[in-house]
T-cell receptor
Framework: GAGVSQTPSNKVTEKGKYVELRCDPI?????LYWYRQSLGQGPEFLIY????????DSGLPNDRFFAVRPEGSVSTLKIQRTERGDSAVYLC???????????FGQGTRLTVV | AQSVSQHNHHVILSEAASLELGCNYS??????LFWYVQYPGQHLQLLLK??????LVKGIKGFEAEFIKSKFSFNLRKPSVQWSDTAEYFC????????????FGAGTRLTVKP
């Protein structure tokens, strides 16, 4: 596609439930990033993929968060046993090369009630 | 902790006023620097970036930024703002040898009054 696509755009879930957030990067981009943005804050780094492998997952807050990119394109961020504090906008970005400009999607607004 | 600081949380200007938004970072060594903009209801977009070379960087829409290594700063400027510049502006830095780990400041909300 023309840009980074994230689905769903909005997700409301109950505390304790499992959610999956999808990111479809720009075709051919090898690097893919997940960020989380809370109200009034800048994007917070979660995880970075180079190809299929997670090159750096040091930003994942705890083991309830997990992300995959099995074929080196689409990525899914998975959150288990959601908590109200997980409510935020989850941003995905892709880059054609390591360290280059990152192109962002519109984000998924997750609300845990 | 190493970080990116944006000193102004909310800036309000009239059209045609000059703009300068501050950004300071605390990483030593060689860094890559970025300014992103987020217009209301839209995704983050790159305004400009600095990797090396001329420390005065020109970006889109008349924006520029100056990298001052001795001050660990990368301030964003525009000589004359327009109402359409109303947006949230984020400074970002990739630390030395960690080009995948882009760290963002908290952002500055700019409101331009017509």
């Amino acid at each position: 596609g023309a840009g980074v696509s994230q689905t769903p755009s909005n997700k409301v879930t109950e505390k304790g439930k499992y959610v999956e957030l999808r990111c479809d990067p720009i075709s051919g981009h090898t690097a893919l990033y997940w960020y989380r943005q809370s109200l009034g804050q800048g994007p917070e780094f979660l995880i970075y993929f180079q190809g299929t492998g997670a090159a750096d997952d040091s930003g994942l807050p705890n083991d309830r968060f997990f992300a995959v990119r099995p074929e080196g394109s689409v990525s899914t961020l998975k959150i288990q046993r959601t908590e109200r504090g997980d409510s935020a906008v989850y941003l995905c970005a892709s880059s054609p090369q390591w360290g280059g400009e990152a192109f962002f999607g519109q984000g998924t607004r997750l609300t845990v009630v | 902790a190493q970080s990116v600081s944006q000193h102004n949380h909310h800036v309000i200007l009239s059209e045609a006023a000059s703009l300068e938004l501050g950004c300071n970072y605390s990483y030593g060594g060689t860094v890559n620097l970025f300014w992103y903009v987020q217009y209301p209801g839209q995704h983050l977009q790159l305004l400009l970036k600095y990797f090396s070379g001329d420390p005065l960087v020109k970006g889109i829409k008349g924006f520029e930024a100056e990298f001052i290594k001795s001050k660990f700063s990368f301030n964003l400027r525009k000589p004359s703002v327009q109402w359409s510049d109303t947006a949230e502006y984020f400074c970002a830095v990739t630390p030395p040898a960690r080009n995948n780990d882009m760290r963002f400041g908290a952002g500055t909300r700019l409101t331009v009054k017509p």
